[in-house]
């Protein structure tokens, strides 16, 4: 089972460090975009040296030409997995995964199809689809497929009609996870850690159940067994 994967949604190097040295094991964290654009590369020099994996999550969504060469530069930091948005479109997803793969043939490129906090009836309010939500995911993920990424970002909520229409190699890695306690706070689409196990995701993605938690140590401890047994 992956180990879940911890959103360091936060601004400054001195509170990664006091999250982070509570931990005596080696984890999988993601560095967004609030943590990547305060604090730049150095960050992820930081991380890696402190022994963890990294998602780095920038969603980049532009010009095929623009992607090719921003992933360029993020194939040469030492990140395991980053990615990119569906919606930019095939050309630009081939061009980020020629880039990136050039330079870090083992990470995995990965790309958002519809973010957790859409529901179906912001989908076809907002974007005016005409698609129900599972079949814009699947349509997203396939298209990401056909353009030699590995995996997409969805809900849990879709990772099973991924695998069926994509394969079972075909990672699935799934924010929008809440334990029952917790509340949904800006996600549409949550799942809990053991409901994810049984919807067959990879990866799951958990940010503040665990980081904003009283004892995120704890916190972690309880989604990591919840995710691998699958039960609540
Ligand atoms: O790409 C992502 O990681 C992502 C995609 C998505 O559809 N939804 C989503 O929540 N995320 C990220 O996953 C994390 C979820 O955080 P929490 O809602 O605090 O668990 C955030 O850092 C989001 O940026």
């Not at 194939?75 to 330079?103: C, I, P, W, Y």
């Not at 809440?178 to 549409?188: F, T």
């Amino acid at each position: 089972m992956n180990r879940p994967i911890i959103a360091l949604d936060f601004s400054t190097m001195a509170e990664v460090e006091g999250f982070l040295t509570q931990f005596n094991e080696p984890l999988f964290v993601k560095v967004g975009m609030e943590l990547y654009l305060q604090q730049g590369p150095t960050i992820i020099k930081e991380i890696r040296a402190m022994g963890h994996d990294i998602f780095l999550d920038l969603k980049l969504h532009d010009i095929p030409n623009t992607v090719g060469k921003a992933m360029a530069g993020l194939g040469s930091l030492d990140v395991q997995m980053t990615n990119v948005h569906a919606q930019g479109g095939s050309s630009m997803m081939k061009r980020a995964a020629e880039s990136f793969k050039d330079r870090n043939p083992d990470g995995i490129l990965i790309a958002v199809t519809q973010l957790t906090s859409t529901s179906e009836e912001m989908m076809q309010r907002e974007q005016k689809s005409i698609l129900s939500l599972d079949e814009s995911v699947i349509h997203y993920a396939q298209l990401a497929k056909d353009s030699g990424l590995d995996g997409v970002v969805s809900s849990p909520l879709e990772s099973q009609l991924i695998h069926e229409h994509c394969g079972n190699d075909f990672l699935t890695i799934t924010p929008g996870i809440r334990l029952n306690e917790d509340s949904k706070d800006d996600q549409a689409r949550v799942v809990t850690p053991a409901r994810a196990h049984v919807l067959g995701s990879d990866y799951i993605v958990v940010g503040r159940s665990i980081t904003k938690a009283s004892n995120p140590v704890g916190q972690y401890i309880k989604v990591k067994e919840e995710w691998e047994s699958g039960a609540e």
